[in-house]
Nanobody, 125 residues
Framework: QVQLVESGGGSVQSGGSLRLSCVAS????????MSWFRQAPGKEREGVAT???????GYADSVKGRFTISQDSAKNTLYLQMNSLKPEDTAMYYC???????????????????WGKGTLVTISS
């Protein structure tokens, strides 16, 4: 079965950087799009960044220019490089995958078929 396992979360000060990783396994018949979502306490889950099977990417406006999504297909690993972190970036970050994505649709939670369990990112001011 499909598994998505995140790592790399932690606590850093405002302005710092973190890199999240997600190891994916179990995709047997076609490649999915991959995304990162986040959910802060009391808020809805929101799409942060997505990468489609053709390599096209999409980002939420709030992270454009600061976050970069990438993947290493040989390692079945998805990454999210987060720079210039702000306290408002504090959230649980989830790796996600689905089969009907794109630079826009990959940021919509209802298009996701699989979720990881999340990794916590805390940014202090």
């Amino acid at each position: 079965q499909v598994q998505l396992v995140e790592s790399g979360g932690g606590s850093v000060q405002s302005g710092g950087s973190l890199r999240l990783s997600c190891v994916a396994s179990g995709f047997s018949y076609r490649r999915p799009f991959m995304s990162w979502f986040r959910q802060a306490p009391g808020k809805e889950r929101e799409g942060v960044a997505t990468i489609d099977t053709d390599g096209s990417t999409g980002y939420a406006d709030s992270v454009k220019g600061r976050f970069t999504i990438s993947q290493d297909s040989a390692k079945n690993t998805l990454y999210l490089q987060m720079n210039s972190l702000k306290p408002e970036d504090t959230a649980m970050y989830y790796c996600a995958a689905g089969y009907y994505g794109g630079s826009y649709y990959g940021l919509i939670a209802s298009n996701v078929d699989y979720w990881g369990k999340g990794t916590l990112v805390t940014i202090s001011s």
